[in-house]
């Protein structure tokens, strides 16, 4: 059984359309504010990368709410790897899997060959990915070098009427962002 969201149908509607549309959103994850949109619009990441004044080649992260969301770049990976994967998530873990048969634009990858993955638990960013019917670009709500938003008059500070909307919600209560960790090495990176 699935958890009832807690966005209002309207709300979905308009996160619906938004993402779909091209829009750029903020939303709370587990422990700060995030930008996302659609990992496919070229023009919606762009926009993205501008408003935080970030390299394309650093690439982003994606989320997902299920396992299922991303099974396609699960599938070409070896066994142990899927199950390195799966065993972190949902949770707070960004996994880095490796892009095999280059599903991912670069815009969203960078200049590497491995892809930032994470299966949410938080609810509100469950329900954005179910919602859009895929995983979302999911970057930290800041322009770089300043402090990622915990609060969402801090996105408006940062970015006013730049965003296409500011989707309602609490954070999870974390205090650090997740972890990342390279499932091929095994080392943790973050």
Not at 118 to 131: E, G, K, N, T, Y
Request: some cysteine; aromatic content about 6%; hydrophobic content about 40%.
């Amino acid at each position: 059984m699935t958890a009832p969201s807690p966005l209002s149908d309207w709300q979905l509607h308009c996160a619906r359309r938004t993402l779909l549309g091209g829009g750029v959103i903020a939303y709370p994850t587990e422990a700060v504010w995030g930008l996302g949109c659609d990992p496919w619009d070229i023009q919606a990441v762009e926009r993205i990368l501008e408003l935080k004044h970030r390299p394309m080649d650093k690439g982003m992260i994606l989320v997902a709410s299920s396992l299922d969301q991303v099974r396609f770049l699960l599938d070409p990976l070896p066994a142990e790897l899927q199950r390195e994967a799966e065993r972190h998530w949902p949770g707070p873990v960004t996994c880095l899997l490796p892009d095999v048969d280059q599903q991912i634009p670069e815009w969203v990858r960078g200049r590497h060959s491995a892809i930032a993955v994470r299966v949410s638990s938080h609810p509100v960013v469950r329900a954005l990915c179910d919602v859009a019917g895929m995983p979302l670009v999911s970057t930290s709500c800041n322009p770089a070098g300043r402090q990622p938003a915990r609060y969402s008059w801090q996105v408006r500070r940062y970015f006013g009427e730049q965003l296409d909307w500011l989707v309602p919600g609490a954070l999870g209560g974390r205090r650090n962002p997740s972890r990342i960790i390279d499932i091929v090495s095994g080392q943790q990176l973050r």
